[in-house]
C-alpha cells in the first residue's frame, strides 16, 4: 500500500521517500468564447501556457492532457460564476463534457 499525505490540493502519494503531486491546470472562459488555460506549481506559482488561448472547452482539455502527458492531473475550471474541480487519473479516463475527451 502507497502511504498518503493530505494537503490542499488533495491527496499526495509517497514514494522513495518523496511526494508525487499531480498536475493542476487551471482552465477559465474569457467572455463568451476563449478558453485560457495556465498551469499552476512545478516550483512556479503559475506558467501560462504556450498557445494557451482556445476556441472551445474540448480542445483546450485536449491541450492539457497532452502537456500532462496523460497523467494525473487535476483541473480547476472557472466557468462564469462556476467553480468546478474535476481530478484524472493516469489516462485521463473520465469524459469532463460531452462530444470528446474533454
Same mark, same amino acid.
Request: hydrophobic share 40%; net charge neutral.
Given at each position: 500500500?502507497? $502511504?498518503?499525505?493530505?494537503?490542499?490540493?488533495?491527496?499526495?502519494?509517497?514514494?522513495?521517500? *518523496? %511526494?508525487?503531486? $499531480?498536475?493542476?491546470?487551471?482552465?477559465?472562459?474569457?467572455?463568451?468564447? *476563449?478558453? *485560457?488555460?495556465?498551469?499552476?506549481?512545478?516550483?512556479?506559482?503559475?506558467?501560462?501556457?504556450?498557445?494557451?488561448?482556445?476556441?472551445?472547452?474540448?480542445? %483546450?482539455?485536449?491541450? %492539457? *492532457?497532452?502537456?500532462?502527458?496523460?497523467?494525473?492531473?487535476?483541473?480547476?475550471?472557472?466557468? =462564469?460564476?462556476?467553480?468546478?474541480?474535476?481530478?484524472?487519473?493516469?489516462?485521463?479516463?473520465?469524459?469532463?463534457?460531452?462530444?470528446?475527451? =474533454?
Amino acid at each position: 500500500m502507497i $502511504p498518503h499525505r493530505k494537503n490542499s490540493v488533495g491527496t499526495a502519494r509517497i514514494e522513495a521517500g *518523496r %511526494a508525487l503531486w $499531480p498536475s493542476l491546470f487551471r482552465v477559465w472562459l474569457e467572455g463568451s468564447d *476563449r478558453w *485560457r488555460i495556465e498551469q499552476a506549481g512545478s516550483g512556479r506559482e503559475k506558467a501560462e501556457m504556450p498557445g494557451g488561448i482556445f476556441p472551445d472547452l474540448s480542445t %483546450a482539455l485536449e491541450y %492539457a *492532457r497532452m502537456m500532462s502527458g496523460g497523467a494525473e492531473t487535476t483541473l480547476e475550471l472557472y466557468i =462564469g460564476p462556476v467553480y468546478a474541480v474535476v481530478h484524472q487519473d493516469r489516462g485521463w479516463t473520465r469524459p469532463i463534457c460531452a462530444g470528446g475527451l =474533454g
